[in-house]
């Protein structure tokens, strides 16, 4: 937790990160443009309850907003409980019936750092061939899917997944300055990276061609299509809460979802 810096420090770095001028912020938060300069110069002190505004404005994340806590002078409000907590207990139960009830298709948890969390047995059956290494917990799912031993060579479009995954990865580095996820970020651009082939949309077929970029995974001799979405909590005031997304796979054509059927009755 860096809190050596200075809260106005805190807030100019988060400012300067979301491209906001003094005049955006103090807009979006109802202030007077004076007052912000005052706050980030360390003129003015600001109220715990003015940290937490300006923290909302800037879309910090939950444990940043215990930093500008800290920094400022106050105590940090927002727990971080393991997600086995018995007060997480209705979330974690959320969290299994998504999973569950997800199958017979490909569904996760993973935390801020692509560390699992949680799957469900659909996914589980798709990890074969992959380095047994890289699937001793921690297991870091973006590694696995990258890794030259991991699910990379079994993916047919690795050139046009590889860089959606690193153009998401980049992304969320930006966002917020995790110095793990930017060590993460330079370790997979070190993978091995396959020569781009075609259009992303190449060999996608039905409704989704020309809209999403497709995992095409081989398994059993077959290409297996997929597209994703991404669920996250409403709300969160718990940190793990706040930090965890479910990603779940569904097929992008009738092919896949009936050899999905097919593993799941034969596992």
Do not use: C
């Amino acid at each position: 937790m860096d809190t050596a810096r200075s809260i106005g420090d805190h807030l100019r770095a988060w400012r300067q990160r979301r491209r906001m001028s003094q005049l955006d912020l103090a807009s979006e938060a109802d202030i007077s443009t004076r007052h912000l300069s005052f706050v980030e110069s360390g003129r003015s002190q600001p109220s715990r309850d003015m940290v937490l505004h300006l923290a909302e404005r800037l879309d910090v994340p939950l444990r940043d907003r215990n930093v500008l806590l800290v920094s400022a002078g106050f105590a940090p409000i927002f727990p971080e409980r393991q997600l086995q907590d018995p007060q997480l207990r209705s979330a974690r139960r959320a969290v299994e019936l998504v999973l569950t009830g997800h199958e017979p298709y490909p569904a996760l948890a993973v935390d801020r750092h692509w560390q699992l969390v949680a799957a469900n047995a659909a996914l589980e059956r798709l990890l074969g061939g992959a380095a047994p290494s890289l699937l001793v917990p921690p297991i870091n799912v973006l590694r696995l899917s990258l890794h030259p031993d991991g699910l990379a060579p079994r993916i047919a479009n690795l050139a046009q997944w590889r860089q959606h995954l690193l153009a998401r990865l980049r992304r969320q580095v930006e966002l917020s300055a995790d110095p793990v996820l930017a060590d993460l970020l330079d370790e997979l651009r070190k993978y091995p990276a396959p020569a781009s082939s075609g259009r992303p949309t190449d060999g996608l077929n039905g409704d989704y061609g020309g809209v999403v970029i497709p995992l095409r995974l081989v398994s059993e001799g077959a290409i297996l299509s997929f597209f994703s979405t991404t669920t996250v909590f409403g709300t969160p005031l718990d940190i793990t809460l706040s930090e965890l997304a479910l990603e779940a796979f569904f097929p992008a054509d009738p092919t896949t979802a009936e050899s999905l059927s097919r593993l799941a009755r034969t596992a």
